[in-house]
C-alpha cells in the first residue's frame, strides 16, 4: 500500500557529509511515524532517527545526535549526515508506521524501503 525509496548513498573520507532522501508514495503528514535505521555488516539494524509527522521532533540515536538531522516535506523525507564516521558504514533504510506510535523498534513499522549503501572510509 505504501512504497518508500531511498537515494542518496554513496562512498566519503571520515568528516564528509551526506544527504539521503526518501520518497514516499503517501503524504508523510498521513503517517503516524517515519524512521530511519541502517545496518551495518555483519550487525544488526538499528533504529537512527524517528519521528510523529504529525508533530515533527526527531529522536535520534545516541551515536548519531549533533552530526544527523531529519527533516521532512510533503512527500519525502530526509537525512542530512555531516562528520561522518566508519563506524556510520551501513545500508540506510527508510521505514513508515500507518498506526504505531513511534520507536526504534523495527517491529513498530509496516513498510520499508530497499535501502541505500553508505560506505565512510577511515
Known amino acids: 500500500e505504501v512504497q518508500l525509496e531511498e537515494s542518496g548513498g554513496g562512498s566519503v573520507q571520515a568528516g564528509g557529509s551526506l544527504r539521503l532522501s526518501c520518497t514516499i508514495s503517501?503524504?508523510?503528514?498521513?503517517?503516524?511515524?517515519m524512521a530511519w535505521f541502517r545496518q551495518a555488516p555483519g550487525k544488526e539494524r538499528e533504529g537512527v532517527a524517528t519521528?510523529?509527522?504529525?508533530?515533527?521532533t526527531p529522536s535520534y540515536a545516541d551515536s548519531v545526535i549533533g552530526r544527523f538531522t531529519f527533516s521532512k516535506d510533503m512527500k519525502t523525507v530526509y537525512l542530512q549526515m555531516d562528520n561522518l564516521k566508519p563506524e556510520d558504514t551501513g545500508i540506510y533504510y527508510c521505514?513508515?508506521?500507518?498506526?504505531?506510535?513511534?520507536?526504534?523498534?523495527?517491529?513498530?513499522?509496516?513498510?520499508w524501503g530497499q535501502g541505500t549503501q553508505v560506505t565512510v572510509s577511515s
Open positions: 521505514a513508515a508506521a500507518l498506526y504505531r506510535r513511534c520507536s526504534l523498534d523495527r517491529a513498530t513499522y509496516d513498510y
Open positions: 503517501r503524504y508523510v503528514q498521513n503517517m503516524a511515524c
Open positions: 519521528s510523529k509527522p504529525a508533530n515533527w
